[in-house]
């Protein structure tokens, strides 16, 4: 039989079983809106509650500091604006790193054309931000630092607390995009020293189209966007009830299962790092070595290309991705590879590879069996990989 | 995102290779953009007995490299000449906007290697 092994958990999650059961009911029998004053909408309302505790609950955090969104980008977007409410964006400063997503990146990019001033910070060659980068970016007019808690692409675990701990008695507010931690590693708002956290209910094995915004009380908040009175007026829309469910379970579910499974997964993922190590020549292991995701496998492989590799491995049923120009139609490789201080040749060759619950060993060994042979394969189609010299050197 | 044509040839693609004794050699492309393909071509009698390439790039370079091949094989150099991006794309049935560029490095790399030939014979 065909295989077909998903091994692209970062991109998105399959929704649970238990969570879609979940789910269902608010399609068709409790589907009234939680605005309205009868029971039916009042019945709706109620589960709106249970999943805002539930996801409060998962964070450290108390309900009525969680705001429910369309998803990550979203609350990230939102985040930077809270940081912003009340204050002349021409003299306001923000810090954030040069590995986070394009949710945070390119809405910084906006507010440096609406006059903010960004402070981009650069990673080590693992991708890790330094706290001391942080304190010395600092200015009095700085608004917000922002650091995402684990990179989406190569998965390193970024010094969340410590950057926390530095700003506690600061009045500049700390925003964490945590959509990638989230159900893979313990998330504690306080622990962390968070004023802000985003996070998406796909990555945890929920739904697409929602999410959250955590931020603290006390905190003032401006509206993103304008209409209704739904989430206390911060955040006008009708709720997407059955959405806000399944994010609630999936989470719950995510909480119960953390520490098993996350050990589990580290064991998996470790196999196949070393395995891949131990087969292939001149490769480069992207991310830290252990503080990473647990579910995160992320490689460059010389002389070749990441899209030709991705689709090589999709003919063979391994369903992974690529940091390569060529997967995202853009001309340069992955900002994150390119912030590591990689070439572009060799941010080309990027492959991800990412755990998750339907993840065993034979699929781990599956990899390490057809990977090999894939990236000779295309290697020796090269012109950059010189046969003659066993391809140990450059041409 | 990929016709069937195009997987073929990026899966089974034609020409993979060098030749030794090839007497016209040409390379495009450059490593920060992702693609290089390299053709070696054998000319006889003005005729493309023979033609390889090498490729470093996504799955469209590939096959692009792989159908350029085909249309010139067997062909005169004059002809080969004539090859131009578009019926490169047209023979895979098609590529993606973003990919428009392979074919056009595959037409480039045709005509670079039919430039060293003639310079290398003198003309």
Redo the contacts between chains.
């Keep these: 039989m065909m295989k077909d092994i998903y091994l692209d958990h970062a991109a998105t999650t399959y929704t649970d079983r238990r969570v879609l059961k979940e789910m269902l009911p608010y399609f068709n029998e409790i589907y009234g809106n939680p605005s309205s004053l009868h029971e039916t909408g009042r019945k709706a309302a109620k589960a709106v509650a249970t999943a805002r505790a539930q996801v409060a609950a998962a964070i450290n955090a108390k309900p009525e500091e969680i705001y429910f969104t369309a998803g990550g980008t979203e609350s990230d977007n939102w985040a930077l604006r809270i940081a912003l409410a009340g204050k002349d964006k021409k003299d306001c400063h923000i810090i954030t790193s040069a590995i986070e997503h394009h949710a945070i990146l390119h809405a910084c990019q906006q507010l440096e054309k609406e006059g903010c001033a960004v402070t981009y910070l650069p990673v080590d060659e693992y991708g890790r931000v330094s706290v001391d980068s942080v304190s010395q970016a600092l200015k009095p007019n700085t608004v917000l630092v922002s650091i995402m808690a684990a990179n989406n692409e190569i998965g390193t675990l970024e010094p969340i607390r410590e950057i926390g701990a530095i700003l506690k008695d600061k009045p500049t507010l700390f925003h964490t995009d945590a959509v990638q931690a989230m159900g893979a590693v313990p998330v504690n708002v306080e622990d962390w020293g968070v004023d802000m956290l985003s996070m998406s209910a796909h990555k945890f094995y929920g739904p697409k189209g929602v999410g959250a915004l955590y931020v603290r009380k006390g905190i003032k908040i401006v509206s993103f966007i304008h209409g209704g009175a739904q989430e206390r007026r911060h955040r006008a829309g009708t709720e997407n009830v059955p959405g806000i469910v399944g994010m609630g379970k999936a989470i719950e579910l995510a909480q119960e299962s953390l520490s098993e499974e996350s050990a589990r997964l580290t064991t998996l993922r470790d196999k196949l790092i070393n395995g891949i190590i131990e087969r292939i020549p001149e490769i480069r292991l992207d991310g830290h070595p252990t503080e990473r995701l647990p579910n995160n496998v992320h490689f460059c492989f010389k002389?070749?290309?990441?899209?030709?590799l991705l689709?090589?491995l999709d003919?063979e049923g391994i369903r992974a991705s690529s940091g390569?120009?060529?997967?995202s139609?853009a001309?340069d490789?992955s900002h994150v590879l390119l912030a590591l201080g990689l070439?572009?040749?060799t941010a080309?060759g990027s492959l991800r590879i990412t755990l998750g619950h339907v993840t065993t060993e034979d699929d781990i060994d599956y990899v390490l069996d057809t990977l090999p042979g894939i990236v000779e394969r295309l290697r020796?189609?090269?012109?950059?990989f010189n046969q003659q010299e066993g391809g140990k050197t450059l041409v | 995102m990929?016709s069937d044509k195009v997987?073929d040839h990026?899966?089974n693609?034609r020409n993979?290779g060098e030749i030794p004794d090839a007497n016209g050699i040409g390379?495009v492309g450059n490593?920060?953009?992702?693609?290089?393909?390299?053709i070696y071509l054998k000319i006889e009698d003005d005729m493309i007995k023979d033609v390889k390439f090498?490729?470093?790039?996504?799955?469209?370079?590939?096959a692009s490299s792989s159908m350029a091949t085909e249309l010139i094989k067997g062909k005169s150099v004059e002809e080969a000449l004539k090859l131009t991006n578009k019926a490169v794309m047209e023979a895979l049935e098609g590529l993606p906007p973003?990919?428009i560029h392979c074919s056009v490095l595959a037409e480039e790399a045709i005509k670079a290697a039919i430039d060293d030939y003639h310079q290398r014979a003198g003309q």
């Design positions: 002389y070749i290309e990441g899209e030709a689709l090589s003919a390569s120009a060529c997967t139609g001309l490789p070439d572009h040749g080309h020796m189609m090269s012109p950059l | 990929y997987m990026f899966r693609p993979v390379q490593e920060k953009c992702g693609d290089i393909m390299k090498k490729t470093f790039g996504c799955g469209a370079a590939i973003v990919k």
